[in-house]
Nanobody, 117 residues
Framework: QVQLVESGGGLVQPGGSLILSCAASGLSFRSFRVSWYRQAPGKERELVAARADGSITYAESVKGRFTIFRDNAANTVLLQMNSLKPEDTAVYYC????????????WGQGTQVTVAS
């Protein structure tokens, strides 16, 4: 059974940093496109960052501030978030889809990030 579990969210002041972690069981991230999405209240879920086969994509709003990277030994994908802004406040979700396989979407339960002074 596939499970994605996010952690690392919390309350941080503007300009601060957080690292989100997405740990997987039942799959290997090596074979998956892994993404971080976020959803703010009243807004649609949006792509923040994605990584697959060395290709990395970032939303324009987070370029230069966020970094997505993978810890293969721990089968974990992380999102380093620096210079956080109040508009980064949202629930952040980890998503995975197999690169060469059925189009099955796996989602984590989400972790809340709040940027406020």
């Amino acid at each position: 059974q596939v499970q994605l579990v996010e952690s690392g969210g919390g309350l941080v002041q503007p300009g601060g940093s957080l690292i989100l972690s997405c740990a997987a069981s039942g799959l290997s991230f090596r074979s998956f496109r892994v993404s971080w999405y976020r959803q703010a209240p009243g807004k649609e879920r949006e792509l923040v960052a994605a990584r697959a086969d060395g290709s990395i994509t970032y939303a324009e709003s987070v370029k230069g501030r966020f970094t997505i990277f993978r810890d293969n030994a721990a089968n974990t994908v992380l999102l380093q978030m620096n210079s956080l802004k109040p508009e980064d406040t949202a629930v952040y979700y980890c998503h995975a889809r197999e690169i060469q396989g059925p189009n099955i979407d796996y989602w984590g339960q989400g972790t809340q990030v709040t940027v406020a002074s």
